[in-house]
């Protein structure tokens, strides 16, 4: 297939990483987004000597990350106005602190790992010239809060032609590129807000309608050539995908107002108010105690500073026995964020399943939702069912990847019940599964549904959630109404999402780094990891190469794996730090190539040059 495709007589698409536009005058070019820099054979192939301008899109390094391999010291750059600092200010956002740890504003990572210079700040209504055609811009926010999209009108023998490269606003008929990047627009913080930001997409698609395009140019995806129709399904699809979604959201019994237009949905959970729990628990903001009946007790995570000295006085009153051990359900901030002060005041150690563990004691390895800086040394790691006995009571602890991957579950047995610690994965209102940056996959014996395989094998009278005081429990009939909606819920986001499978476009970490963030001093070398999660039912191929820093010496070869399906992947690099690095945040982006798909600068890893090792 030829790289590139004409469109008009001025006006071609390069089909990269990403599709850029090339507006063509003689021997010099306006480009709509540039990606990893592959545009440069294009532009040969075309007789293209100087990029004289490149407009913007959005911001994400896949449309930008070849800046400099393909323009020159008089490129001038136009950008969305929203998202000006994040070209040109990129530095100063890789060094905050809140960019890094307690991400609560749940957004993909996709920073540049290098400023771009703006001379032109774009707002809805600017229009330029640019050889014989004109260029119109439209603010189309959704898959990034400042997206634009450019019409490009060209006059042809037959008349005005219109093309309108819309970004990563629409993939294809009905489809989308990802979901993760619409997890913002929930009305109290976008860590809540799984499609949270499909109703400006929705509403940027009709925008773009109006305008009489007889194309549109994505970002990823094909040329479509009937607007109209493709715009009707995705609107369709999107809607239809929340609706499934909601039938059995926890968000329900978080935030019962904001839902009141779904209820009654066909297939919905229905919930009530919860249960009483037994008198030899007790609750403390995300923490619960079990008591047992010779007084010593153990706890379940432990998130502010507050529950320690609360645990403290519990004990001096006699209210509670000495505190033998600590449960951690999952790594996010609320729950371990003061267990360094629990141990430090209780003497106790800290247990926890090994998917949990890996993060708790590593958090610097890994970039996750609320993710805390706390390091938390696990004195014993358990297995997924396995076994022992504490007292009267008999506990079974479980991987349960329900609100997150990295997520525990125990069951306590004894009393006269069987309780089911399940951290933050339950509501009686159904499933936490509304930030995608947790990881929550679709598919057998997976994500929910393996959680929900856990509860029916289980069969608990009670489960608690960490955050409710109140138990509640679910019937076989209410897991196989859930199971049933997830196991629908493939096959729906499937038809969505433009990948083989779903979980691509929900799971942003399906390719990571490991380590995510290391220190290192200069003139040593390290060892960075790229981990793959093939999501997909075939063997897939998998090639990377990390790209150095400017005046690092030497480069990375690229490497290659075939992937098994539903398994990971990993492929080791070894990467050199120049004795003459100053200290500081160095970005190490990743380029990616999966199963024949160029992904471009995918995924990064950062290294912290100097400093303490963490």
Request: net charge negative; hydrophobic share 40%.
């Amino acid at each position: 297939m030829s790289p590139w495709t004409r469109l008009a007589r001025d006006l071609y698409v390069h089909h990269g990483a990403i599709n850029v536009g090339i507006l063509r005058d003689d021997r010099r070019a306006l480009l709509i987004d540039c990606g990893d820099g592959d545009v440069g054979c294009t532009l040969q192939d075309l007789g293209i000597d100087v990029v004289e301008k490149v407009v913007f899109t959005h911001h994400h390094r896949d449309q930008a990350s070849g800046f400099q391999e393909i323009a020159g010291q008089a490129t001038r750059v136009g950008v969305p106005v929203g998202e000006t600092e994040l070209f040109c200010d990129v530095q100063r956002l890789w060094d905050d602190p809140g960019q890094r740890w307690h991400l609560y504003d749940a957004r993909p990572n996709l920073l540049l790992a290098a400023p771009i210079p703006v001379h032109e700040r774009y707002v809805e209504g600017d229009t330029f010239a640019w050889g014989r055609s004109s260029i119109t811009v439209l603010e189309t926010p959704g898959h990034t809060d400042g997206s634009i999209s450019y019409l490009v009108k060209t006059p042809e023998e037959q008349g005005e032609q219109r093309f309108l490269f819309s970004g990563d606003a629409i993939y294809d008929e009905g489809q989308v590129w990802d979901l993760y990047s619409l997890q913002k627009g929930f009305e109290t913080r976008d860590y809540h807000g799984f499609m949270g930001d499909r109703a400006r997409l929705e509403q940027s698609l009709r925008k773009m309608l109006a305008l009489g395009a007889g194309a549109w140019v994505p970002s990823h995806g094909n040329v479509v050539t009937d607007p109209a129709q493709a715009a009707a399904l995705l609107i369709e699809r999107l809607d239809a995908c929340y609706e499934q979604y909601v039938a059995i959201a926890a968000l329900r019994h978080y935030f019962p107002d904001l839902f009141r237009e779904y209820e009654g949905l066909p297939g919905s959970l229905a919930f009530g108010g919860g249960l009483p729990v037994p008198d030899f628990l007790k609750h403390l903001g995300t923490t619960w105690v079990v008591c047992s009946e010779a007084g010593p007790a153990f706890a379940i995570d432990c998130g502010t500073g507050q529950v320690v000295q609360k645990l403290e006085a519990m004990r001096s009153r006699g209210e509670i026995g000495s505190l033998e051990w600590l449960w951690v359900t999952h790594y996010h901030d609320d729950h371990v964020d003061a267990i360094p002060a629990f141990v430090g005041q209780f003497a106790c150690p800290v247990v926890a399943e090994a998917h949990v563990a890996q993060v708790i004691e590593r958090p610097l390895a890994w970039r996750l939702p609320c993710i805390s800086p706390v390091r938390v040394p696990v004195d014993r790691v358990v297995a997924h069912r396995e076994t022992w006995t504490w007292h009267e009571f008999t506990i079974t602890a479980f991987h349960l990847p329900g609100q997150t991957l990295y997520h525990g579950g125990l069951l306590l047995e004894g009393r006269g019940h069987r309780i089911l610690f399940a951290g933050d994965s339950f509501t009686m209102a159904g499933i936490d599964d509304y930030c995608t940056g947790n990881r929550n996959w679709l598919g057998s014996g997976v994500g929910f549904d393996a959680c929900l395989a856990v509860v029916e094998a289980a069969a608990p009278d009670l489960i608690v959630n960490n955050h409710v005081d109140r138990a509640f429990r679910f019937s076989s009939a209410d897991c196989q109404l859930m199971r049933a909606n997830l196991a629908a819920r493939e096959w729906s986001f499937g038809e969505l999402i433009a990948w083989d499978h779903p979980n691509y476009g929900l799971d942003e970490h399906w390719v990571r780094c490991d380590p995510y963030e290391q220190h290192v001093a200069p003139g040593t070398s390290t060892r960075l990891s790229v981990v793959c999660i093939n999501h997909s039912s075939t063997e897939h191929s998998l090639s990377c190469c990390p790209v150095l820093p400017a005046g690092w010496d030497g480069q990375c070869e690229e490497r290659g794996a075939q992937i098994p399906p539903k398994t990971e992947g990993t492929l080791d690099f070894h990467v050199e730090v120049p004795e003459r690095t100053l200290p500081g945040r160095q970005v190490i982006p990743v380029q990616v190539t999966y199963d024949g798909r160029t992904l471009g600068q995918f995924r990064e890893a950062v290294i912290v040059v100097g400093g303490e090792r963490c």
